[in-house]
């Protein structure tokens, strides 16, 4: 005997992967495909359709022969046949990307380039960074946002310079398939002459000539190139821009992959048998009696089946099987007691929270189960310690205290479960603060929700956190500004015991700023410091310098104007 089966193919493809960071990646290229033996479909002798079955998710099928099809490239054809045939079906995929970190969703690693990277703003051209919107780095450039990072370069100035390269490993004499996406990031006013236009080649090999973006900006055109490894076991992907337009070139490239096609194939033959059926048989059966055994053939769920009985592989009769399969009966109870309470119903006996099953027998004979999902409230006991600041009020839980004590509340609860709160209520005081400080004349004092420009004694209440607010009393001393005095000295003697260095002289803690600087006769700067206090010793990079003539610019800041002062002069340094 033989039955009506469908043909399914299971495909499976391995990839081992090895990782390198900021270099070539060689990455490892394996894949193994499994299929089902061949398949057998059986039917009478009339003209029929039969629905032929191949797993989903290739990039593309082909069915021989093609006759009786309605459609040889599709995972499904239907198949109307009058005679016996075999079909035979080759299904091609592609596999795992084998680039590492194509789509730059792990930053700059995996790939090298001749551009320098950069996180911000040309300066010059020939740059590259990675993010999920190019106007972060420029904002001349588009806002062409993606759902990750993408990568996108700034310009093209020299002949032959390397965008982007790569390297995997990969199985001699094998077909893959390169692709990638790219767009334009900027538009100058004469777009034709100044987008990117891209080479790309593998293994030295030009798989395409020019590749080139379309405008708008931020809009992504895709590749997809077929090329074959011949004797190679790596390939090095490399990506050329073309264009030397200094202005405008800029443009973003994303999901760079490089895919092994893998195919895979299976036959079905279709036999034919006599279309006389000699009786009909009705066969009822539980669920859990599949697979359902009939002599040799096996039924897994409900149908009309038929069942050739055969003599030396020649088929004798033909009868029709009409399986029905009975579901269980199953029955999900969602019960909630009190704690101390019994569940009774439905046959259970449950005091304690869980999940409790009984097997029944129904009607039909066939097995029952009711599942009993049972949740015990407790009763709410609860003690709550609890602080509030004087003055306020604790309205939680059903409370409304004000002082300190201890309070308790009954009530029935959500579940109408008895609940009961203890409530131990703190009242801290507010706290007393005085605070004595100095400001000068033309500044404001503002902390603590001050805003005081004036000598006086003011009072503010000044919350901090979760704490109590504080009473704060502020006594505040104004001070007249100091005039700031800077004076330079005309000579410096390193070797004497005085003017030993050559500095500006004040009071250094009103400074808030300073760029110190010393030139020589040539206007060479031989010295430069923006620290407050360091001074020239008479050397440069670590040697003396010659006696004679020099030349100082002083540039500062004080902690009491918004405004910078500027000074220059002359020094002799005498050895």
């Known amino acids: ?278 009786d009909t048989i009705d066969i009822t059966i539980c669920e859990n009696e599949l697979p359902y055994n009939y002599y040799d053939s096996v039924f897994t769920q409900s149908g009309t089946y038929l069942y050739y009985f055969s003599t030396n592989n020649n088929i004798d009769s033909t009868y029709l099987i009409q399986l029905y399969v009975l579901e269980p009966y199953i029955n999900t109870i969602n019960a909630t007691i009190c704690e101390g309470e019994t569940y009774t119903e439905n046959g259970f006996n449950q005091s304690t929270q869980g999940i409790y099953t009984q097997e029944l027998q129904s009607i039909n004979g066939c097995d029952s189960t009711i599942i009993l999902d049972l949740e015990v409230k407790q009763t709410y006991n609860n003690a709550i310690q609890a602080t509030i600041c004087e003055g306020d009020t604790y309205d939680q839980n059903g409370f409304y205290e004000s002082n300190v004590g201890s309070y308790t509340h009954t009530y029935n609860s959500y579940n109408g479960c008895d609940s009961t709160i203890t409530l131990q209520l703190q009242v801290n005081n507010a706290r007393d603060t005085v605070i004595y400080d100095t400001i000068y004349s033309g500044t404001a004092y503002n902390n603590f929700g001050f805003y005081r420009t004036e000598e006086g004694t003011y009072f503010n209440t000044y919350q901090i956190g979760q704490g109590c607010p504080m009473n704060i009393t502020l006594y505040l001393t104004v001070k007249e500004v100091p005039q700031v005095n800077v004076w330079l000295p005309n000579t410096i003697t390193p070797y004497d015991v005085v003017n030993t260095e050559f500095g500006y002289y004040t009071e250094l803690q009103y400074l808030e700023s300073v760029k110190f600087e010393v030139y020589n006769r040539w206007g060479n700067r031989i010295f430069e410091s923006t620290k407050i206090g360091e001074y020239w010793d008479g050397t440069y990079k670590g040697k003396e310098c010659k006696r004679g003539l020099y030349v100082w610019k002083l540039k500062y800041k004080t902690i009491f104007e918004d405004k910078y002062y500027q000074k220059s002069g002359n020094v002799h340094l005498i050895w």
């Open 1 to 278: 005997m033989r039955k009506i089966r469908l043909f399914f193919a299971l495909i499976l493809c391995i990839s081992i992967k090895s990782y390198g960071l900021n270099n070539l990646l060689l990455q490892d290229d394996t894949c193994s495909v499994n299929i089902l033996q061949d398949d057998t479909i059986i039917t009478s002798n009339t003209t029929i359709q039969i629905q032929l079955n191949a797993s989903s998710g290739a990039e593309s099928y082909q069915w021989t022969p093609s006759t009786g099809l309605n459609n040889y490239t599709i995972s499904n054809p239907i198949a109307t046949v009058n005679n016996t045939t075999q079909y035979i079906v080759e299904a091609s995929y592609l596999d795992t990307n084998l680039i590492y970190n194509g789509n730059f969703e792990l930053g700059n690693v995996g790939f090298t380039t001749q551009y320098d990277y950069a996180t911000i703003g040309p300066t010059t051209r020939e740059l590259y960074s990675i993010n999920t919107n190019a106007s972060f780095f420029e904002s001349a450039f588009c806002p062409c946002v993606r759902d990750g990072n993408y990568i996108f370069f700034d310009g093209s100035i020299n002949p032959n310079t390397i965008v982007y390269q790569s390297q995997v490993n990969i199985l001699p004499n094998t077909d893959y398939v390169f692709s990638l996406e790219l767009s334009t990031i900027n538009v100058p006013p004469n777009p034709l002459n100044s987008l990117a236009d891209l080479q790309i080649s593998i293994n030295n090999a030009i798989v395409q000539s020019h590749f080139r973006p379309t405008i708008p900006c931020c809009t992504w055109n895709s590749i997809d190139v077929t090329w074959n490894s011949q004797n190679s076991s790596i390939a090095t992907i490399t990506i050329i821009n073309l264009n030397l337009e200094p202005y405008g070139n800029d443009f973003g490239i994303d999901n760079i992959s490089l895919r092994k096609i893998c195919k895979a194939t299976d036959t079905i033959n279709i036999i034919f048998a006599p279309q006389t059926i000699i």
